[in-house]
């Protein structure tokens, strides 16, 4: 099939100019593969950023406005400030490993395939087609 890619794409064959890696990179954006990678990502992202900002405010707020309870003792020394303090840097870990543990299991694959997709289709963008001029 004369002017078809190996790959099937139409204007990549010989003697078809290739589409530049602007033109790929736009129709990777719009791909569905590439919208479900953005809207995996933001089913996440989105609601534990919210979470983690509102626990956040609440210790600022708490430790402000009501510090007589921050004051109270839980264990010998330790109090509730003391606490809520460390609960925020577990928090910290747990909402990293989350993410990590998220990003492994429901979009690594995807879009390590859409990078392999891309790099495809890049492949020679910027080289002379079947030995004509470079641009």
Do not use: K
């Amino acid at each position: 099939m004369e002017g078809a890619a190996v790959d099937g794409r139409p204007g990549s064959g010989p003697g078809e100019p290739r589409p530049s890696a602007a033109e790929i990179y736009l129709e990777v954006h719009r791909s569905a593969a590439f919208r479900e990678v953005r809207r995996r990502y933001r089913r996440f992202v989105l609601p534990a950023a919210l979470a983690f900002l509102l626990w956040y405010l609440a210790y600022v707020v708490a430790a402000t406005t009501a510090p007589a309870l921050m004051a109270r003792p839980v264990a010998g020394a330790v109090n509730v400030a003391m606490v809520a303090g460390l609960g925020q840097f577990l928090t910290t870990f747990l909402l990293t490993w989350a993410y990590a543990r998220h990003a492994r299991l429901r979009r690594d694959r995807a879009a390590l395939d859409l990078r392999w997709d891309t790099q495809e289709m890049t492949r020679g963008v910027g080289q002379p087609a079947a030995g004509g001029p470079v641009r």
